[in-house]
């Protein structure tokens, strides 16, 4: 890392690790911080599916936070995005005539 992905300085100090242990740089003129080449906190989409289909085989919210380490606010919010997993509503029955 050259310069600074912010302001475009090329003072850039190194400036201890990250907790992934990745080196971190300090830009003593906009005074913030950077990594080079910084990752995605997001689940993968073979993993997400992968979520999706056990929460699809009847595997309850809460089952999914044990088993795979997800949060249930994150499954139901890729529910709510996704209408096609969602489960099926209940038949209404016969239509009434009258």
Partial sequence: MDTCPHCNSAKLRKHG???NDKQRYFCP????????APGTNAYDEARKAEIL??????TSLRGLTRIFGVSRQTVTAWLKKSPAVAPAQPD?????TG
């Fill in 17 to 19: 690790l990250a907790r």
């Fill in 29 to 36: 003129d906009c005074r913030r911080t950077s990594r080079p």
């Fill in 53 to 58: 289909r056990a929460y699809q085989e009847r």
């Fill in 92 to 96: 209404a029955g016969p239509a009434a």
